[in-house]
């Protein structure tokens, strides 16, 4: 039994490790440095707050643990507070007085974890402070919290994370844990490099959340679509949906409010205290869906959101597993959705063209942005396909056609419903014809929407204008549908056999060196058939208004009453609090209470997620409400 597995279950009330907990937390407590890449849900805080408990115990000191965000660090040491840790932060948010009794308090060592900033961690005086506890033995160990920001290869970078190298060159006597949930082979060795940790012990966890399931459909009407999602899958749930503009956060956010779901806007473009009111409603109320630009969600710790929709297409993979993996931290069946077009890929393409950085730094997000292109482009297992992009096999299998046993996760679109397949190798081959023959005939490049419209024999004022009438390949489309022809150009772009640049404000077809292969027929273009109406997902999760919490599913009537009234009284003293319910109790811990329905405290001893602290704090209340 882990040394460290009595402070699991005293002060987090929970009975066991899960995963790699254990190893982590005895290594890290014993003094050695890590690296750990662990899915969002997976316990990582537990990985540093354990360790900082365990060393404080032994009079080594604080805990500094490096966070980029100022609502998570107000959670967290609100949820170590529950628990009965002596934890603080210094931020912004704090007044002077407030932020002199906090420095005071960690130079005396009363403090077991402070969270910080990485701005405010490099500065000459909180180092000169650290100086100091180190001198008298009382610095205990460095924690730096999505650490992928270190990387100019992650998905979130940020420059001031590259000055919090100065910890291991001023204090390598000080043992230091970096903590990711998303970091691809590239990214992991750039935060080995950037934060000097050569000599670290690396722990990679699974990426797999086998509780989320993946879809990815063919953008048509996508505010439509969204609707459509929820009102069938998520009624009254929590959910984020990002958008790439702040202009579209608006514009889905009210059409959404319109049908009656409550929503709310975020992007860096509002006012900060209005973004700050609309995460607290979010964090704190049931039922938000937060409308956002990717300004919003990192740290987020709520645990029952139930879906993360994206009606744009992230950057990349790293981009899109971080912000679906804001789903399900309860481990409870959730949804990741995106709706993905043509005009998704060449907003992307432009976008990594038309940046001011170093060509090899864009040949690399092109690399990225393709990968993930292929995944939305898949006909197979998109768990498999996820899964490998970070390295890891999917284990899970079925026969195929001719006995060949395929990836097979029995919880994504592809899995639960098999697409139709159909060879566009044809129609490749005419639009690329097309495109080079419009720039023969016009020494110039031309869009998606003219080529289409050339290929299927569509006589429009430009096309008459550019005389491409008279092209070889006018109408030699004709059978095909656009909606064909769009997929057929998304899946050339995916597979680089076409490329996309920007011309004067207009963006323009181009063949590549990868063309050659498909116009000579020596490479197929498979593709999914296009459905031609969205239907509910084989499975659907669809419910009623009223239908109760996902943790409180299997609870009997009188169960199930016991945990309304608990969570009602949640509720209350979340808010004397000033915190989110989930800090006070997971849904997960009331449905549990409910389902025991106890009638002495001795009866509330072992359930996960009461510990000591909270069996002192709300034991009694507990058994009122229950026996009521």
């Known amino acids: 039994m882990s040394d460290h597995l009595p402070i699991l279950r005293e002060i987090f009330g929970y009975e066991a490790f899960r995963g790699p907990q254990q190893a982590i937390i005895d290594h890290v407590a014993a003094g050695g440095d890590a690296l750990v890449l662990m899915p969002t849900g997976g316990g990582k805080s537990l990985c540093y707050q354990i360790p900082a408990i365990a060393r404080q115990r032994a009079g080594q000191g604080v805990t500094v643990v490096v966070s980029p965000l100022i609502a998570l660090m107000h959670d967290q040491v609100g949820a170590l507070h529950e628990a009965g840790v002596e934890a603080a932060f210094l931020n912004s948010t704090l007044s002077s007085e407030e932020a002199y009794d906090t420095e005071r308090r960690l130079m005396r060592g009363e403090i077991t974890l402070v969270y910080a900033a990485p701005e405010r961690v490099t500065t000459a005086r909180f180092l000169a402070q650290l100086d100091s506890l180190n001198e008298r033995g009382l610095l205990s160990l460095f924690a730096i919290d999505e650490a992928h920001c270190v990387s100019q290869w992650g998905h979130d970078f940020r420059p001031e994370y590259r000055g919090l190298a100065v ?117 704190r109320e049931e039922g938000v869906v937060m409308v956002a630009t990717i300004a919003f969600g990192m740290g987020i710790d709520k645990p029952d959101v139930r879906f993360v929709a994206h009606l744009d297409m992230p950057k990349n993979i790293e981009g899109y597993y971080q912000e679906t993996g804001r789903a399900g931290r309860d481990s409870l069946p959730s949804d990741a959705w995106m709706a993905y077009g043509l005009q998704d890929v060449v907003n992307q393409r432009r976008m990594i063209d038309e940046s001011p950085a170093a060509e090899e730094f864009k040949q690399v997000m092109r690399g990225k942005l393709d990968a993930l292109l292929a995944l939305a482009e898949a006909t197979d297992c998109r768990r498999a396909r996820l899964l490998g992009y970070f390295g890891e096999a999917y284990g899970g299998q079925q026969e195929g056609g001719g006995g060949i046993y395929m990836p097979y996760c029995g919880n994504c679109d592809n899995c639960m419903e098999p697409p139709q397949i159909w060879d566009g190798t044809d129609a490749a081959r005419k639009l690329l014809s ?26 429009t004022d430009k096309v008459k204008q550019r005389g491409h009438e008279s092209l070889s390949t006018f109408g030699v489309g004709a059978d095909y549908s656009e909606q064909q022809l769009r997929a057929v150009l998304r899946q050339l772009i995916a597979m680089g056999a076409l490329n996309v640049r920007s011309e004067e404000g207009f963006n ?36 009623s208004r009223n239908a109760p919490s996902a943790a409180a599913t299997h609870l009997d009537p009188e169960a199930m009453v016991r945990f309304i009234n608990l969570k009602a009284w949640r509720a209350e003293v979340a808010r004397e609090h000033n915190l989110p319910a989930y800090v006070i109790f997971h849904d997960a811990t009331l449905a549990a209470i409910a389902h025991a329905a106890p009638q002495s405290l001795d009866d509330l001893q072992g359930i996960s997620g009461l510990g000591t602290k909270k069996l002192e704090a709300y034991g009694a209340d507990v058994l009122r409400l229950c026996q009521a």
Do not use: W
């Not at 990815?216 to 679509?225: C, F, N, R, Y």
């Not at 999602?229 to 409010?257: D, M, P, T, W």
């Not at 023969?440 to 299927?456: E, K, L, N, P």
């Open 434 to 459: 097309t495109v080079y023959r419009c720039q023969q005939a016009s020494r110039s490049g031309f869009g998606a929407a003219h080529t289409m419209d050339i290929v299927r024999g569509k006589l």
């Open 508 to 543: 323009t077809l181009e063949l590549t060196e990868g063309s050659r292969a498909v116009l000579r027929g020596e490479q197929s273009v498979l593709l999914r058939e296009s459905v031609a109406a969205d239907k509910p997902t084989r499975g659907s999760r669809s419910k």
């Open 167 to 283: 910890l291991h060159e001023r204090f390598a006597n000080v043992p230091r844990i970096a903590l990711t949930a998303t970091a691809d082979a590239l990214t992991r060795a750039d935060i080995v490099e950037r934060l000097q940790l050569q000599e670290a012990r690396q722990f990679v966890s699974s990426f797999d959340r086998p509780n989320i399931r993946y879809t990815i459909v063919e953008k048509k009407d996508a505010s439509t679509q969204l609707l459509r999602f929820i009102e069938r899958e998520h009624a009254n749930e929590a959910g984020v949906v990002y958008c790439q503009s702040r202009k579209r956060v608006e514009e889905v956010a009210e059409q959404l409010v319109q049908a009656g779901i409550r929503a709310l806007p975020y992007h860096a473009g509002l006012p900060a205290e209005l973004r700050q009111k609309h995460q607290n409603e979010f964090l």
